[in-house]
């Protein structure tokens, strides 16, 4: 992540970490002004970011977070998330999204209130 868009500005982070959720708040010719879930915003070419969509349970989460095998409440839970899980996006319908968890053999649905990468009822075919 630079400070600005061209590689004449310095760097301000190195991410490491494939797959992680960024909010994409500006463009600009190739260069994308993105921010993080800690609010760290700066500049990113287009070839470092993909497309697929991503999203991690809410750093502002107190509790683990329920991954369920069904879209409500009552579903049986699979696992208990803890905050910063990073988690790849299939679908969401505005009130719930089928997620996976990278590296596990592990999917099911999050409620969408519970997770950053996401915007409050956004669907996600």
């Known amino acids: ?13 190195i ?8 909010e994409i708040i500006e463009e600009y010719g190739n260069w994308r002004q993105v921010r993080d879930s800690d609010g760290v915003s700066g500049w990113m070419h287009r070839a470092l970011l993909s497309g697929k969509r991503t999203a991690m349970i809410g750093p502002w989460a ?4 329920s991954l369920r095998a069904e879209p409500r ?3 049986r839970t699979l696992a208990s998330l803890a905050a910063r899980v990073r988690l790849a996006i299939n679908t969401c319908d505005g009130s719930w999204c089928d997620v996976e968890v990278p ?11 519970a997770l950053w990468g996401v915007y409050p009822n956004e669907t996600i075919k």
Do not use: E, K
């Open 73 to 75: 409440s009552s579903a």
């Open 62 to 65: 107190a509790s683990n977070v």
């Open 15 to 22: 991410y490491r970490v494939p797959g992680l959720p960024l």
């Open 1 to 13: 992540m630079r400070v600005g868009p061209s590689l004449d500005y310095g760097i301000a982070w």
């Open 103 to 113: 590296g596990h053999d592990l999917s099911g649905f999050v409620r969408q209130t």
